[in-house]
């Protein structure tokens, strides 16, 4: 069973940064990309960020492309996603989770395991 454990997030005003961190259990975390969706009230979830297995391969959703960065650390089954200049509409409960393969994706039917959501709210 793979869990994944989201924080980071909180209240911030429009212009700031937040880094949102993933930690995933199990070994094979190295073997899947990751993804970081979001969904805001009224929304459905959205992809915003992928990576491949390795990290050396990532995707951005238009809306955030220049601003939020993936990344991640398989040593410490961690995955990260690094946001600059917020925007109110960044305003989501962001979620990270596993995909069922190596490379990006951005289909959330194609990611087996979520974690729990971390809440983003960005004022104006």
């Known amino acids: 069973q793979v869990q994944l454990v989201e924080s980071g997030g909180g209240l911030v005003q429009a212009g700031d940064s937040l880094r949102l961190s993933c930690a995933a259990s199990?070994?094979?975390?190295?073997?899947?990309?990751m993804g970081w969706f979001r969904q805001a009230p009224g929304k459905e979830r959205e992809f915003v960020a992928g990576?491949?297995?390795?990290?050396?391969?990532?995707s951005y959703a238009d809306s955030v492309k220049g601003r939020f960065a993936i990344s991640r650390d398989n040593a410490k089954n961690t995955v990260y996603l690094q946001m600059n200049s917020l925007k109110p509409e960044d305003t989501a409960v962001y979620y990270c989770?596993?995909?069922?393969?190596?490379?990006?994706?951005?289909?959330?039917?194609?990611?087996?395991?979520w974690g729990q959501g971390t809440q983003v709210t960005v004022s104006s």
């Open positions: 989770a596993r995909a069922r393969t190596v490379s990006v994706i951005g289909t959330p039917s194609l990611y087996d395991y």
């Open positions: 199990g070994r094979t975390f190295s073997n899947y990309a």
């Open positions: 990576i491949n297995w390795s990290g050396g391969s990532t």
